[in-house]
């Protein structure tokens, strides 16, 4: 475990890495006893001095929730970082590349709550139960941290790699579609590089609600009504730079496209 001291300052570390855009050498490989904890811990400051300063929290995403992902990183559950206001994108827009570091793109679908959620105990269908409609998504991953070599540890500490989403504009409830058959069809540029079915995440893109909110619990909180949960992507990541065109395609759940600029 970390000594609070350290905590403080990996966070502060953090939040210049994330004002400069720039990336900082691994938190593991200088403090080699970090644990999970610490890193939700390092999370949960930078977090509350966002709040501070005038943020809005909006939702909350989750990563690592493919069995390849989880294979790769040695981990056995996936990780959750926090969404502000001012990271939420609509279909169309221009994307400023600056504002983010080791940028790639990620197929998703973000659910937004009707209720609140909470565990323990917490299922499948209380989580579909509990929203009130999917939207497709794209997550942009912004990564602090120097990725070879990288641990769950590091990840979770620099915000789950969290950067930005893009919203499409098709809504739809649980009991309208079957959320595990939605494809996704990522292009970049006109050229198909990643291909994926939602039900890649964990078996059903809804059951890393369940999850978050079973391990909110754990901490005494729990998933408010209006949230926006990112629930994980079915596709590997795909680099962009400036200049680059994405089109995602999902089908019955219609097309996002955006433009690094």
Not at 179 to 198: D, H, M
Request: aromatic share 6%; glycine share 10%.
């Amino acid at each position: 475990m970390l000594h609070p001291d350290d905590i403080a300052a990996i966070a502060a570390e953090l939040a210049e890495a994330d004002r400069t855009h720039g990336v900082i050498p691994r938190i593991t490989a200088r403090y080699p006893d970090a644990t999970v904890e610490d890193s939700y811990a390092i999370q949960g400051v930078w977090r509350d001095q966002n709040i501070a300063a005038g943020r809005t929290l909006v939702g909350r995403k989750i990563g690592l929730t493919s069995k390849a992902m989880q294979q790769a990183t040695g981990i056995t559950e996936p990780d959750y970082g926090v969404m502000f206001d001012d990271t939420v994108y609509r279909s169309g827009a221009e994307i400023p590349v600056e504002k983010f570091s080791n940028v790639r793109i990620e197929v998703e679908l973000a659910f937004v709550l009707r209720t609140p959620l909470e565990g323990p105990g917490c299922t499948l269908d209380d989580a579909l139960a509990a929203i009130d409609y999917a939207v497709p998504a794209l997550e942009v991953l912004n990564s602090h941290i120097e990725l070879e070599g990288r641990t769950i540890v590091d990840t979770i500490s620099d915000n789950a790699a969290y950067g930005a989403m893009v919203l499409g504009d098709v809504h739809k409830r649980p009991d309208e579609i079957d959320l595990r058959w939605v494809p996704g069809v990522l292009s970049r540029n006109g050229e198909i590089e990643e291909t994926g079915v939602a039900a890649g995440v964990l078996g059903h893109p809804a059951t890393g609600v369940a999850w978050l909110a079973n391990k909110f619990h754990q901490h005494g909180a729990r998933l408010e009504a209006g949230e926006i949960i990112l629930a994980g992507s079915f596709t590997r990541p795909m680099w962009v730079s400036r200049g680059d065109t994405v089109r995602c395609d999902y089908g019955p759940m219609g097309v996002i496209e955006c433009r690094f600029v």
